[in-house]
């Protein structure tokens, strides 16, 4: 039976902590379901060392451990906290080998949310680390893809920002892109928004609309490949789909260097300009099926349009 | 001349006694390592701040002149730990061991400075002595501090000044600190300002209040007397992890060379004075000449350059 993200994750970790002398750190790891079964069952003797709920020091204290060889993972488990890490992993453990040549390798392990989680345990945020240097930024939502991140980093010396969700966790299969001969349109989801493209292109396809669909999974360092180039090339259009805000976010930046790439016009679709409610109505979720289909129907017309009127 | 802490905010219990007979006893040859470690600081200072205002050296500078006797005890008391310092730390580089050559050659924006010119005044890294760089954010170096002694098992001395004290973070890395039994020693510096702003128009508690307040032994030297600090220092280390505030002086403006009149206080005199009531006029005044001599002369070879 194939593991899912939790699991492996979960096994990566306390192979980590058995074997390599490793350290996880974070708040609450062991009392309430041991951070959705992520975070083995281990004791602090072991390499499970629970902080004291200090936003700010406990990274820091993370970034420590980093430095003298520990190679820590550090768990948040809301991403909308980082605002209060990003402190020490952003402006230390990032900058140290640019700084002094000294390597400070951390894990951090970022969870988003979404649904009734208010504004600021909601989301993904995975566009303000990408905007400091020093640190990678993979959002791995399979098994495999969990793995091929946690290699990077025991293979490297740079601090990576695994940005998780936490729709991802009880995935047990690999997402494989989607390419069609013709596409009217290369799809570019990232995180949760890659589950939500599914039913989008389902609809789509109903509506002939035709989507390649390319999971994004390395957002920094994010490297245009070449059947990036490829489906941008047959569809002549692309949109990115982000779990993080759209303004000044990932998302933009992403189509942006696509655009350059591919000379073709690529949108960005991210989380809606205000803050999320609890109530239902009033949340601001990673991109719905809905409004994928509404946007991708809306650059595909205006596409349409222009071509009639020039 | 006295030290002067009337406008200073001091602890009800500064929980430090001054032992004679540790005085007494504290043998000549380390109080003169000191002194020497201590002219050698002032001295290199001395240096910065007339290269500085040569405008040889483009970027903020952080001096340690009235304060720089502190590093020496602390090096000479504590045994090789791992240092995070802040922004003020030409002179626990010096006392610990770093390559004066590679400081200098640091605060001339060289390649071969001790942080490849990366780090500049502010920003000294040294491995070779267990001097680990400070980022620049105020503070930031206490919480690092105490996850290098939970990761590694070293002793850690962190270092901060009065301000950086009352980042959100530095509480909460010392409640850690304390929970866990670290081997650490948490230095604050207390020169009474922040820039400008002196500490009773910031806050009306105290650090040793607030280190006590998680379970850590704390003192309050009020008198920044070397033979008080290394007394402190002593009784602290068997008991870490522990917090030691120090009321130092500072002559020199938070940056540059600028000064705001007399010091309240100049402990390096002060040191002098107590030398010679030691009976140690001769090798006082010997001491800094030869580190006078020394320190100018590696200042002039350096900055010849290659």
């Known amino acids: 039976m194939a593991l899912t993200v939790a699991q492996t994750i979960s096994q990566a970790t306390r192979t980590h902590l058995e074997e390599n002398d490793g350290l996880l750190f974070g708040q609450c790891l062991t009392a309430v379901g041991w951070v959705g079964g992520t975070v083995p069952e281990m004791t602090e003797e072991e390499g499970i060392v629970e902080l004291s709920m200090a936003d700010v020091s406990g990274p820091g204290i993370a970034v420590g451990a980093a430095l003298v060889g520990r190679r820590p993972i550090y768990v948040i488990r809301y991403q909308g906290f980082m605002w209060y890490n990003a402190a020490p992993i952003l402006n230390y453990a990032a900058k140290s080998k640019d700084m002094w040549g000294v390597p400070c390798p951390i894990c951090v392990r970022a969870l988003a949310m979404e649904g009734g989680m208010g504004p600021v345990a909601s989301a993904a945020h995975h566009g303000m680390v990408m905007r400091m240097p020093g640190i990678s930024v993979f959002a791995p939502m399979t098994p495999g893809e969990w793995l091929e991140g946690w290699e990077w980093f025991m293979n490297h010396d740079k601090p990576i920002y695994m940005s998780e969700h936490r729709r991802s966790l009880l995935v047990d299969y690999e997402m494989e892109d989607d390419f069609s001969g013709q596409p009217d349109i290369t799809l570019f989801p990232i995180s949760a928004a890659r589950l939500n493209v599914a039913h989008a292109v389902e609809v789509l396809q109903k509506e002939d609309i035709t989507c390649d669909v390319v999971h994004l999974k390395w957002l920094k360092p994010f490297v245009t490949e070449e059947r990036m180039i490829v489906s941008l090339g047959r569809s002549g259009l692309g949109l990115i789909i982000d779990t993080d805000f759209e303004v000044g976010g990932p998302s933009r930046g992403i189509a942006h260097e696509l655009m350059l790439n591919a000379s073709v016009p690529v949108h960005a679709l991210g989380l809606e300009e205000r803050s999320a409610g609890f109530a239902p109505h009033l949340d601001n979720l990673t991109p719905t099926p809905e409004r994928i289909v509404e946007r991708v129907r809306e650059v595909v017309e205006q596409r349409a349009s222009q071509r009639v009127t020039s | ?306």
């Not at chain 2, 701040?49 to 090096?75: C, N, T, W």
């Not at chain 2, 940056?255 to 309240?264: K, L, Q």
Request: glycine content about 10%; hydrophobic content about 40%; proline content about 4%.
């Open chain 2, 1 to 306: 001349m006295e030290v002067n802490v009337a406008n200073r905010a001091i602890s009800a219990d500064s929980g430090f006694e001054p032992d004679p007979d540790f005085r007494n006893n504290f043998p000549h040859s380390r109080i003169l390592e000191i002194f020497r470690k201590t002219c050698t600081n002032r001295f290199f200072e001395y240096e910065v701040a007339r290269v500085f205002d040569s405008g040889a050296i483009k970027m903020p500078i952080y001096l340690s002149i009235g304060q720089e006797h502190v590093a020496a005890v602390f090096s000479e008391v504590m045994n090789a730990p791992m240092i995070f310092g802040q922004h003020r730390g030409h002179s626990h580089y010096l006392s610990f061991g770093g390559d004066m050559r590679a400081l200098i050659d640091e605060l001339l924006h060289r390649e071969t400075g001790c942080a490849g010119g990366m780090g500049g005044s502010a920003s000294i890294h040294c491995p070779e002595i267990g001097m680990v760089g400070h980022s620049g954010l105020m503070g930031d170096q206490v919480p690092i501090a105490v996850g290098a002694a939970l990761g590694s098992g070293k002793t850690v001395l962190t270092v901060f000044g009065d301000a950086s004290g009352e980042e959100d973070y530095v509480y909460g890395a010392m409640g850690y600190a304390a929970t866990k039994k670290l081997p650490m020693i948490f230095l604050c510096e207390d020169n009474n300002l922040s820039i400008l702003t002196e500490v009773s128009k910031r806050r009306s508690w105290s650090l040793v209040d607030v280190a006590r307040s998680v379970g850590m032994k704390a003192i309050d030297l009020v008198d920044d007397d070397p033979w008080h600090i290394a007394q402190a220092v002593s009784e602290l280390k068997d008991d870490m992890p522990a917090f030691i505030n120090v009321h130092v002086c500072r002559h020199h403006w938070h940056a540059g060379t600028g000064v705001d009149g007399e010091p309240e206080w100049n402990r390096f005199e002060l040191f002098r004075e107590a030398l010679c009531d030691c009976g140690l006029k001769e090798e006082m005044l010997r001491i800094e000449q030869q580190a006078k001599d020394e320190v100018q002369r590696v200042w002039q070879e350096q900055l010849q350059g290659p």
